[in-house]
């Protein structure tokens, strides 16, 4: 039994012990948490508050007269359920977060310390322009990096995710589309694309059609050139694609796209596996969301509106969306509908009420700077080292579909072909948890059944890399010897494994008091 970093679990002398029942249902130091509802009730409450006055209410008869039914608590009982709650998350302060496709990497504290500075943290975006121009300065310094790094035309910084990206994307190509007389109907979306792709492109008004993979994971791109015509706006590629996979036909792939009338949409979430040896530009690349926080470091979604600002092309330029920084002088504008004049006038509009999520450009700025241009080609260039020390490390346990087709990029993937039957990818990722670390990405890409994409990212020592690669090694032999254990696990967790057909059909999502126990006749 080891010691995992991200949990402490004692070894017994003598070897394993019996589970031990306790009155209060904790194990040790591991909680067991009631529901708030059950600690506290709404009969009572943790503080004495005066009679609130009477007031005329002005919400036209839309308030609530019945009572809300929020269970009272004292302080300590309400901090100690929140903090007991904590203790049983996972974060990447705790240990590897092997999510394949989603890149959480480490969030640096400095770039944290940057984003709260006064000037970035508390200004206001109706602020006037000549009192916000360090900001301004600093959100252009950004939009430069970007463009260099792509070897693109212009940026948009407004977007708040990739997939919001992918919607500017496409409006911009829409819209160079439809000021040459020429509104295409069909986006083309090989297999190995993210998810989001074929949906932002249907909620944009397209017709979807995929394009089928190889055997070797990427585009068919004889597939692609015998689908291209007079209907296809452009089509949607992940490269790096979903499989972990550079596509080396890129630019066969663009100039056969461009010769059709078409233009290339290229899902830049990946980006983190290349940035500094490859420039999107350079392989006819025309639009590119970019996920700053797989790139750049900034935090993943829940603490807010993330970033996903999108370079284009010089054809399709003049279609980004307003509002822009411009550096004019010594002076930084903000080019909006009524000041962006006629250099601007094809843009598609806004695509939100102001300029885009500060704190994450002060993030990635901070990144940016104190890495350099030679340390963001060395992250990418660790970020792969470390994807393929896991794919090699683990390919004689695991079935690893594309190993034999080189190299992987930013992240491996696995498949549960050679588990013995009855066993499957779901009884991996739940005895992983028993070992101590979060699950990779599981059953995703669909092109690969029983998928186990895992993403180490470019911020994980060897040492940390290696009691990940033991921990999976050793719940990928305990299914091929038949380890029964496995299919109820994970057994140490707070929670036993959930039906996941029945939690996903009929899941509870509101509390409601227990009925009162009849006494029996």
């Known amino acids: 039994m080891s010691i995992n970093q991200s949990g402490w679990r004692p070894e017994m ?33 943790g503080v004495d508050l005066p009679e609130a006055p ?41 240990g590897l977060f092997p999510l394949g496709s989603c890149t959480m990497k480490h969030n640096p504290r400095l770039n ?9 943290a508390d200004i206001h975006p109706l602020q006037p322009v000549d009192s916000v121009q360090g900001a301004l300065a600093l959100i252009h310094l950004v939009g430069e990096w970007l463009v260099k790094l792509t ?30 007389g020429d509104a295409r109907k069909v986006i083309l ?77 290229c899902d830049g979430a990946n980006f983190n596996a290349i940035v500094g040896r490859v420039r999107p530009g350079d392989l006819g690349v025309d639009a590119m969301h970019i996920n700053l926080h797989k790139t750049f470091s900034t935090p993943h979604g829940g603490g807010g509106p993330g970033s996903g600002p999108v370079v284009f092309s010089e ?9 822009f920084v411009e550096k ?24 939100v009420a102001f300029h885009g999520q500060m704190g994450m450009f002060v993030r990635a700025a901070a990144y940016m700077l104190s890495h350099g241009a030679d340390g963001l080609k060395q992250v990418s260039e660790d970020a792969v080292l470390n994807a393929n020390y896991i794919l090699r490390s683990l390919e004689s346990v695991l079935d690893a579909p594309f190993a034999a087709s080189g190299p992987c990029m930013h992240e491996a993937l696995f498949s549960d072909d050679n588990l013995p039957e009855g066993f499957s990818t779901l009884d991996i990722a739940k005895g992983l948890i028993d070992e101590g670390f979060h699950p990779m990405t599981v059953y995703f890409p669909l092109v690969i059944h029983g998928a186990m994409l895992v993403e180490p990212t470019e911020t994980e ?61």
């Open 13 to 45: 002398a003598g070897g394993e012990a019996a589970p031990v029942k306790t009155f209060t249902g904790n194990k040790g130091l591991m909680l067991e948490e009631a529901l708030i509802f059950e600690i506290g009730d709404s009969e009572r409450t």
């Open 54 to 94: 009477k007031v005329a209410s002005r919400l036209g008869g839309l308030e609530r007269t019945a009572a809300i039914g929020l269970p009272g608590l004292s302080e300590p009982e309400a901090v100690r359920h929140y903090t007991r709650l904590s203790r049983q998350n996972y974060a990447i302060d705790l």
């Open 112 to 120: 944290e310390r940057m984003a709260r500075l006064p000037g970035f």
């Open 151 to 180: 070897g693109m035309a212009a940026v948009a910084m407004s977007p708040k995710a990739g997939a919001h990206g992918e919607l500017c994307g496409l409006l911009a190509i829409r819209s160079a589309l439809e000021a040459r």
């Open 189 to 265: 979306v090989p297999e190995s694309a993210h998810g989001t792709n074929p949906a932002t492109a249907a909620f944009c008004g397209y017709a979807v059609e995929n394009i089928p993979a190889t055997a070797a994971g990427r585009v068919d791109l004889e597939a692609l050139k015998a689908r291209l015509g007079p209907d296809v706006a452009a089509v949607m590629i992940t490269n790096p694609n979903t499989c972990g996979l550079f596509e080396p036909d890129m630019k066969a792939i663009s100039d056969a796209v461009h010769a059709a009338g078409a233009l290339v949409y």
């Open 315 to 323: 054809s399709l330029a003049p279609y980004a969306p307003l509002p």
């Open 328 to 351: 004019q002088g010594d002076h930084y504008a903000l080019v909006e509908e009524e000041t962006a004049g006629e250099h601007h006038a094809g843009s598609f509009g806004r695509m």
């Open 461 to 521: 020592s060897k040492a940390a890399l290696d009691q990940f690669i033991g921990a999976l090694r050793s719940v990928g032999e305990r299914a091929k010897a038949g380890d029964p254990a496995l299919k109820s696990a994970p057994h140490l967790a707070p929670r036993r494994r959930l039906d996941e057909t029945l939690a996903a059909r009929k899941p509870i999502l509101v509390w409601k008091e227990p009925a009162a126990a009849q006494a029996a006749e």
